[in-house]
């Protein structure tokens, strides 16, 4: 019988995989291929055994023959006979301690090894409770800083099972897609929406709320049971189902009649806090609120709305968006008349943040596809534009006469791209780099090599710890070469892996306005940042943003709707993002001719 695994399940195994040819020193490229798989099935928007069932594992991107031959084995059989034998003599613990921050899997097998940490379990309240005895800083070649680095990143950590067991909005986000393609194919449903923090389009979400409208409530839900990746109906009423999926997601299910659509959608979209604000400003008005509709406290007499947009305007409000109901001033700019227009997918204009395939040899990943995918891609999405900046060149392994070189070479070969590109796309070409700032605040690359850049995004990708002053120091040192245009994923957050760095954010706004710098939201599913809470500051700071895909594939393209998500929780509109701005705007923006 066909074993089932999650995708979560099959990254992390493949993590493990990769940690032990890494201790073993293995092939680096073997290492790296586990690595990118990996991270390929975490972010998939389908999971793996779908593929799996249509026979299709190598069609996954960064899955090789090889790792599709030993998943197609693991759906088989439940184990891989090659998987025993690479692991074998590594503690199991080595894969909780490699997602510890600054922890890599050799330092992960010492420390197992040293302290005699071989199970998963508890295995980092036992590493977190070495450090605190100070035994770390006994092994060899570690020292009292390691140890002191270990303990502050174990107490960053966010291992916690509730934030764990949490999803990436595009994996929900796709998975709700799913469902509701499934549900909209019955006669007895209307309409499918999402609710709670999906439909809000939280950066993660637990479970999975949806409606269903139906004037046959009873059909309607037996039809739901139908749904072929149903694992176990945990509950089921004569409006409600609850399920459990085979990937261990809850999925709650909500039937609504026509007549009280809107009250419903309104009432189980939320958030918390929105809601209790609304019943109160309600209240003032004699009214009371629920999912049925809208009642006359002294009367009795229940109003009923088919849709949320008269239900707002029965309270003397326009239509708050579903994404910005946080009790943030939403309600107060709704009775006033002063809510944004906010962005739409439709408003951008192109992509400023791309890794393309090209032979840059950069110090992070290269990217997957080729200049000519990825522009064929930028057309059919309609853009006007696009960016490539791979990361700069390895400081390890080039001279400044190197990197002169590399990025000449591009700069050529992107002038030859965009004669060609213009005449077939209609599509500008920029040449960018993305370039780390190193801990003292400079670039990771020559000055004289900048000058071959239309522009650059600068981005820290190392060093997270050093305290707020430091780092704002590092950050706005960064930003200052007047090729520098843009700062990279802002925080350098990673959701549910690591937090933002602190920095004093209102002296790098106050930067990034006098100076014409702007700011990225990131669209890339863990990082989703500047976070939505950082949006709306920068933009009552007047600060200007850009919205971005950090594609490392051509697929990732698509990705871009989820930074546009952030942006719209962050009540940002069309003005105040970048790359919803023609050519000719950019061109300005990048000092261009």
């Not at 586990?34 to 972010?43: D, F, K, L, M, P």
């Not at 809510?339 to 992070?364: C, F, T, W």
Request: charged share 30%; aromatic share 8%.
């Amino acid at each position: 019988m066909t074993k089932y695994f999650t995708n979560k399940e099959i990254s992390r195994l493949l993590e493990f995989i990769s940690a032990a040819y890494e201790i073993k020193n293995e092939d680096k490229f073997r290492i790296l291929a586990y690595q990118r798989a990996a991270v390929t099935i975490e972010h998939l928007n389908r999971e793996v055994k779908d593929y799996y069932d249509e026979g299709r594992l190598s069609s996954i991107p960064g899955v090789g023959p090889s790792i599709a031959q030993h998943l197609d084995e693991l759906f088989k059989n439940g184990d891989v006979r090659h998987f025993k034998e690479i692991t074998k003599g590594i503690p199991p613990s080595v894969l909780e301690f490699i997602n510890v921050s600054g922890i890599g899997p050799k330092t992960a097998f010492k420390l197992a090894k040293e302290l005699n940490i071989w199970s998963k379990k508890n295995a980092l309240d036992r590493l977190k409770k070495a450090a605190k005895d100070k035994k770390i800083e006994k092994i060899s070649s570690f020292g009292k800083d390691t140890q002191d680095n270990i303990l502050q990143a174990l107490l960053r950590t966010r291992v916690e099972s509730e934030n764990i067991e949490r999803m990436l909005l595009p994996y929900a986000y796709n998975l709700f897609q799913e469902i509701e393609y499934f549900l909209n194919k019955s006669q007895y449903i209307d309409e499918v929406k999402a609710l709670g923090s999906l439909r809000r389009k939280n950066s993660t979400i637990g479970d999975i709320d949806l409606a269903i409208k139906t004037s046959n409530p009873s059909k309607a839900i037996n039809y739901i049971l139908k749904f072929p990746k149903i694992k176990k109906v945990l509950n089921q009423g004569n409006k409600k189902v609850t399920l459990l999926l085979r990937n261990n997601i809850q999925i709650d299910i909500r039937a609504q009649d026509p007549s009280e659509w809107g009250s419903m959608l309104q009432h189980f979209t939320g958030s918390k806090d929105h809601n209790i604000k609304l019943r109160e400003f309600a209240r003032k008005k004699g009214l009371s609120l629920s999912e049925y509709g809208i009642k006359k406290i002294k009367s009795n007499k229940l109003m009923k709305f088919s849709n949320e947009i008269d239900f707002y305007q029965k309270l003397g409000l326009d239509y708050i968006p579903p994404e910005i109901r946080e009790d943030n001033g939403e309600i107060e700019a709704a009775l006033s008349h002063n809510l944004p227009r906010l962005i739409k997918l439709k408003d951008i204009k192109g992509d400023l943040h791309l890794h393309s395939s090209y032979p840059i040899e950069p110090s992070h990943d290269l990217g997957k596809s080729t200049f000519e995918q990825m522009i064929k891609k930028a057309n059919i999405l309609g853009y006007q534009y696009l960016g490539f900046s791979e990361h700069n060149p390895s400081q390890n392994k080039h001279n400044e006469a190197d990197f002169i070189s590399i990025l000449k070479d591009k700069r050529d070969y992107i002038d030859k791209l965009n004669y060609s590109s213009s005449k077939k796309y209609d599509i500008k070409i920029f040449n960018g780099l993305e370039i780390d700032i190193k801990p003292d605040g400079n670039l990771a690359i020559p000055d004289k090599a900048l000058t071959y850049l239309d522009y650059a995004i600068a981005s820290i990708h190392t060093n997270f710890n050093i305290n707020n002053k430091a780092m704002t120091n590092r950050i706005i040192k960064g930003l200052s070469h007047p090729k520098i245009k843009i700062l990279g994923h802002p925080t350098g957050r990673k959701i549910q892996k690591r937090e933002a760095y602190e920095a004093d954010w209102d002296k790098i706004f106050e930067f990034c306005l006098k100076n014409n710098k702007a700011l990225e939201i990131n669209s890339w599913p863990e990082r989703q940042d500047l976070p939505d809470t950082m949006v709306k500051r920068a933009i009552e700071a007047g600060v200007l943003l850009v919205i971005n895909s950090d594609s490392h594939r051509v697929n990732h393209m698509d990705l871009m709707k989820y930074g546009v998500y952030v942006a719209q929780r962050g009540w940002a509109e069309k003005k105040d993002i970048l790359n919803t701005k023609s050519t000719t705007d950019i061109k300005k923006f990048f000092n261009l001719k």
